[in-house]
């Protein structure tokens, strides 16, 4: 094995995980990470090394996600939802909310720490079916509203419906595992 295939199989595991927090679904997230690295290894003069590797790579993957979720845009439509209507449990009928967000302070000062990235993680993987996949789709893959309507067969209206709730679980869940009682660091 070359050194440049090692390092490819030693980034294997974080591509893996960072493709099944993308994709939800285990089958296809190996899928992409195998084409991902085939790309790489048949082209390893592309690799400028202008960048890390596994910048690199995550770049190529973003591609071969795209790819699986347009292959399987029939199949992340079908998932069920919760069923839950987190507009009516935190806002009132006249549209104010029924008890107000507590302040987060600096919130960017907590996307530094690496705790925070792994709540994060958790509660974007714990956010329902399609609400989950769209978010990633737009928040992380960046796709276009045009595309991910054509792929999940939903409205543009539709995806800023569940878009707005998604974010909603997102703040609900980081203030009830993060903010509500952060963890202690040592000093």
């Given at each position: ?41 048949e082209k390893p003069q592309a690799f400028a090394g202008q960048s890390q590797l596994k910048t690199w790579l995550v ?45 987060w302070g600096d919130p960017e000062a907590a996307l530094r720490q690496l705790e925070f990235i792994q709540v994060l ?6 956010l329902p079916g399609q609400q989950g996949r769209l978010f990633m789709m737009r928040e992380w893959l960046e796709l ?44």
């Amino acid at each position: 094995m070359t050194e440049f295939a090692t390092a490819l199989e030693t980034l294997r595991p974080q591509l893996l995980k960072y493709a099944r927090a993308q994709l939800r679904n285990p089958a296809w997230a190996e899928d992409a990470v195998s084409e991902t690295l085939l790309a790489a290894l048949e082209k390893p003069q592309a690799f400028a090394g202008q960048s890390q590797l596994k910048t690199w790579l995550v770049g190529i993957l973003k591609h071969k996600l795209i790819d699986q979720i347009r292959r399987h845009g029939r199949e992340l439509s079908a998932t069920p939802e919760d069923g839950i209507d987190l507009d009516e449990e935190l806002f009132r009928p006249d549209g104010h909310w029924r008890q107000m967000p507590e302040d987060w302070g600096d919130p960017e000062a907590a996307l530094r720490q690496l705790e925070f990235i792994q709540v994060l993680e958790a509660c974007v993987e714990h956010l329902p079916g399609q609400q989950g996949r769209l978010f990633m789709m737009r928040e992380w893959l960046e796709l276009e509203t045009e595309e991910i309507c054509k792929v999940l067969a939903i409205s543009p209206t539709n995806l800023w419906v569940m878009l707005h709730r998604a974010r909603l679980r997102l703040r609900e869940c980081l203030q009830l595992n993060w903010f509500a009682s952060p963890p202690q660091t040592a000093t």
